[in-house]
């Protein structure tokens, strides 16, 4: 996971056909180019990096000429800004492709500028030992002015920030459905900067008392998540001075615009459709049609799998770690991974299993990665599982709290704080294990801490498969179309409520989320099947919901966890009843005030 920012300023921006004035008050907050890189470096702690390129009008008819500058040498005086620009670019790398050591933004003898965060698992060639930031910049710097054209080939997570000097234009952007973290503060009164990070630095701090939680909707945040895509910002002159112009471009590649639309032929069973299913969920064997669906998203998933994880070579420099750790409940999604994990990974690496609590061992997560453990050591004996039991006080989590509220932002509701929480904390790795005996009960504990710079989350599961309890109401009330409608918001909005969130919680510690179920394949291949096999909401919770992959796991010979129902992080790991406790008292007064979507005060 890298980190990666541009600070514009000196130069005023068009933004009329991306956004509507607001005129609700906007939030201001106080930060230098110093806290960005400070809180950048906890997403990428190999390196950082800065470059500066300097925008200087020659006469209001001619086109903007550069001067180059070296990091250092001086900063945007803003009193000066109808004479001169800034473009301060900053970036930090977890390196974890390549055999050489890089440090960002990259600069080609173009001076062309690259900070990249993200992987390339396909659409651009590229060999096992290649740093896919490198081999990408020279993508970008041979297509020339057709950007647009090779960030659509790109297969993977990503988000990019890249000076192009032929054509002196700031390109920026995330993939199509937001895996990677981009903040954008657009230009207001109170601050006239255009700005883009990865994370909000932590040191931000809002004007005044903060965010009172009774009046958060009449405030126009300083953050926003930017919106999956590919924009560019061009630079002329005016009698005012430098100006910008931000323009979104589509993608260029049909496969993008089929995801995104995310439209599914088949929806509605016809009664000979559901007739057929119950007789082969009767069978349940590995004949029947589902079983045959079922197979498919095996595969797929798999290979999936095998991207994030082995098929490139995990740059580790000196050290030789365990590469991969599973953020694990011990619930269907995190078995699946961790079981397909067993299949792809090198077998002399062991695999640490990252479970949090709040209620120690009588947690129903910590239960249940108890018995999952149990059940993957019968499927794979041979690999050495390592259960990182990660204990937690919500009552002596202050700093942290503080800390994580920052990175969720602009998200803002007890919901999101307690998520991204529990995320953190996992992230972190930082707790205990049980040295393995002959005997059970001699087993001691003792303290550890998982070096894995990858970690698979089962992110959007749950959207796909019919996993929420919203997807049972929307079907009872509408049956399949509407359930059909719900997963379709779900999957178009996930950027914006989930991965933005997920993504900064996990990287600051040094941590890159992977989400097998969020590849390009996985997707197509569950879109293609009928809804009716993704899911029966007709059977009762842990039987008939995502029961497409509760076959998976069956095919995987997860048996017992193909039984289980489905259980949220906040209430798995039970911080969700400790924050109802903290903030309002008992969980019944919380349920009353419906505390998920309450937002906090801000620090």
């Not at 303290?447 to 996993?467: F, H, M, P, T, W």
């Not at 379709?488 to 989400?515: H, P, S, T, V, Y």
Request: contains cysteine; glycine residues 8%.
């Amino acid at each position: 996971m890298c980190g990666i920012a541009v600070i514009v300023c000196g130069v005023r921006i068009e933004l009329s056909t991306l956004s509507s004035p607001s005129d609700r008050p906007f939030e201001r907050l106080q930060f230098s180019s110093e806290d960005v890189k400070s809180v950048l470096s906890q997403r990428g702690p190999d390196s950082v990096g800065e470059k500066k390129i300097l925008l200087q009008p020659t006469c209001a008819q001619e086109p903007v000429t550069l001067s180059v500058f070296e990091a250092g040498e001086g900063t945007c005086n803003l009193e000066n800004a109808t004479t001169s620009g800034e473009l301060h670019f900053i970036g930090s790398t977890l390196q974890l492709r390549g055999t050489s050591p890089i440090i960002q933004p990259l600069v080609d003898s173009s001076g062309n500028i690259l900070a990249y965060n993200g992987e390339v698992f396909g659409g651009i060639e590229l060999s096992s030992f290649d740093n896919d930031t490198e081999v990408l910049l020279e993508a970008l710097e041979k297509a020339n002015a057709l950007v647009p054209d090779v960030l659509s080939m790109i297969k993977g997570p990503w988000a990019i920030i890249y000076w192009q000097e032929s054509s002196r234009t700031l390109w920026f952007g995330k993939d199509a459905f937001g895996r990677r973290s981009l903040l954008v503060h657009w230009p207001t009164v109170e601050d006239p900067r255009f700005l883009l990070s990865s994370s909000s630095p932590a040191s931000s701090v809002a004007n005044g008392s903060g965010l009172a939680s009774e009046n958060s909707d009449s405030i126009h945040r300083f953050w926003e998540e930017l919106p999956c895509g590919v924009y560019s910002m061009s630079f002329g002159v005016s009698e005012s001075g430098i100006r910008g112009e931000v323009t979104k471009h589509e993608w260029r590649h049909n496969m993008w615009k089929e995801l995104i639309e995310w439209e599914r032929n088949l929806v509605v069973p016809r009664p000979e459709d559901l007739s057929m299913s119950s007789i082969q969920g009767e069978k349940d064997n590995a004949l029947s049609t589902f079983s045959g669906f079922a197979q498919t998203v095996l595969v797929v998933l798999k290979e999936s799998v095998r991207r994030r994880t082995s098929l490139h070579s995990i740059f580790q420099g000196e050290k030789d770690v365990v590469p991969v750790a599973v953020l694990f409940s011990g619930g269907l999604d995190s078995m699946i991974l961790a079981a397909l994990l067993d299949q792809c990974l090198d077998p002399k690496y062991e695999v640490d299993l990252l479970n949090v609590s709040f209620d120690g061992p009588n947690a129903p997560d910590r239960i249940s990665a108890k018995a999952g453990i149990k059940e993957l050591k019968k499927i794979a004996p041979l690999r050495r599982w390592k259960l990182v039991e990660i204990d937690a006080d919500l009552s002596k989590l202050t700093l942290e709290t503080k800390r994580v509220m920052s990175l969720i932002n602009p998200a803002d509701t007890y919901m999101d704080l307690n998520i991204g929480t529990a995320l953190w904390l996992a992230a972190r790795g930082d707790g205990w294990i049980h040295e393995e005996s002959d005997n059970q009960e001699d087993s001691q504990r003792i303290r550890y801490k998982s070096d894995a710079r990858i970690l698979l989350v089962g992110a959007g599961a749950d959207e796909q498969c019919a996993g929420y309890g919203r997807h049972r109401t929307k079907y009872r009330n509408g049956s399949w179309a509407a359930l059909d409608q719900e997963m379709k918001l779900d999957m178009q909005r996930i950027w914006k409520r989930n991965l933005g969130r997920d993504d900064r919680c996990i990287a600051d510690n040094g941590k890159e989320a992977r989400f097998p179920f969020l590849d390009e394949d996985v997707i197509k291949t569950l879109l293609d099947i009928p809804l009716w096999k993704i899911t029966d909401l007709e059977q009762p919770s842990g039987k008939g919901d995502k029961k497409i992959l509760r076959q998976v796991a069956k095919l995987l010979g997860l048996h017992e966890v193909a039984k289980m129902p489905k259980r949220a992080i906040q209430f798995g790991s039970r911080i969700a009843r400790e924050s109802n406790r903290k903030n309002f008292g008992s969980n019944r007064a919380a349920n009353q005030a419906s505390a998920g979507s309450v937002r906090f005060n801000a620090p």
